[in-house]
Nanobody, 125 residues
Framework: QVQLVESGGGLVQAGGSLRLSCAAS????????MGWFRQAPGKEREFVAA????????YYADSVKGRFTISRDNAKNTVYLQMNSLKPEDTAVYYC??????????????????WGQGTQVTVSS
């Protein structure tokens, strides 16, 4: 059973930084892509960033490009989302996710099969 556990959320002022972590278990972590998504109240879940199995390819939403960095440590079975220059519009519950299929990363949340419980990020103005 694949399990994903996010951590690192919190309250930060605009312009600040946070680093989210997602620890995975239940299968060979290094063979699967990982993604970060977010959902604000009253809005649909949206893609934030994704990384392929090796870490050699990364993908970002236009709204976070240049501010957020996704990375992974396959030895620790963990994926990270470094968030800099945070804005109030980044406020949301952030989820990590992984697909059932090996290797490739996707922007479409429907391609992801396993999800964490989410961690709240709140950016005050």
């Amino acid at each position: 059973q694949v399990q994903l556990v996010e951590s690192g959320g919190g309250l930060v002022q605009a312009g600040g930084s946070l680093r989210l972590s997602c620890a995975a278990s239940g299968r060979t972590f290094s063979m699967y892509a990982m993604g970060w998504f977010r959902q604000a109240p009253g809005k649909e879940r949206e893609f934030v960033a994704a990384i392929n199995w090796s870490g050699g390819s990364t993908y970002y939403a236009d709204s976070v490009k240049g501010r957020f960095t996704i990375s992974r440590d396959n030895a620790k079975n963990t994926v990270y989302l470094q968030m800099n220059s945070l804005k109030p519009e980044d406020t949301a519950v952030y989820y990590c996710a992984t697909p059932r299929a090996q290797f490739s990363a996707y922007r479409d949340h429907k391609r992801y099969d396993y999800w964490g419980q989410g961690t709240q990020v709140t950016v005050s103005s």
